[in-house]
């Protein structure tokens, strides 16, 4: 089965309002973590990645935390835009990336209400 | 630098046909990765191929499905005697260096069996 899941399939937020999509995944020997949005058509755009020695990372509008403990990431979007609209994906890999194969997780679709 | 470049964008096919897909890297791109995307889920990693070589094959179906990427020309995806669970979007990734590092994905091609 998945090893990479997520919690809510969809996800309405008014603009301005702060998004936080949620991820679980079942490999401990996960190391490595990126989140990638993906607007229809389009194949996935990198937003932000964190490595399992980290527990939070930031970057434009943008944060990651991850909470090994219980196997969780959640991506958090300040001031949602409507353009923030699009399916956000989870993707985990294990072993530092040597292969460089990503196991998806299936998607959380962000709407943005104007 | 025109990024990942896959076409056609669309291909539509009759069961029994063959369908072929390209992928073009970054250039400096030496690394190249197929996934597929069913609707409605995550991209799931078909193979891992260098230049003239296979690096891990473990997520392409046992038969009908090959991919190569030669010295010269672009990498393909290669999928004979195509059904109608073959629909799905197949999309390419290119790195320079087998890492995560500048992992940039195509905007995928859309194949639907008819």
């Known amino acids: 089965g998945e090893s990479v899941g997520l919690h809510l399939p969809t996800l309405s937020v008014q603009e301005g309002d702060n998004s936080i999509i949620n991820c679980a995944y079942s490999?401990?020997?996960?190391?490595?973590f990126i989140w990638y949005k993906q607007e229809s058509g389009k194949g996935p755009q990198f937003i932000i990645d964190?490595?399992?020695?980290?527990d939070k990372r930031q970057g434009q509008r943008v944060t990651v935390l991850l909470n090994k403990t219980v196997k969780h990431l959640s991506l958090q979007i300040a001031a949602t835009q409507p353009g923030d609209s699009a399916v956000y994906f989870c993707a985990e890999i294990e072993d530092g990336g040597s292969q460089g194969n990503l196991i998806f997780g299936k998607g959380t679709k962000l709407s943005v209400k104007p | 630098n025109a990024g990942v470049m896959q076409n056609p964008r669309h291909l539509v096919r009759r069961r029994g046909q063959e369908a072929r897909l390209r992928c073009s890297p970054m250039k400096g791109h030496s690394h190249v990765y197929w996934y597929r995307q069913l609707p409605e889920e995550g991209l799931k990693f078909m193979v891992y191929?260098?230049?003239?070589?296979?690096?891990?094959e473990s997520g392409m179906p046992k038969e009908r499905f090959s991919a190569e990427f030669p010295k010269e020309g672009p990498s393909i995806l290669r999928i004979q005697q195509v059904v109608r669970g073959d629909s799905a979007a197949y999309f390419c990734?290119?790195?320079?260096?087998?890492?995560?590092?500048?992992?940039?994905f195509g905007s995928g091609t859309r194949l639907t069996v008819v």
């Open positions: 191929l260098q230049k003239e070589n296979i690096i891990d």
């Open positions: 490999n401990s020997a996960s190391d490595y």
């Open positions: 990734a290119s790195s320079p260096m087998g890492r995560l590092y500048g992992y940039t």
């Open positions: 964190i490595r399992s020695n980290m």
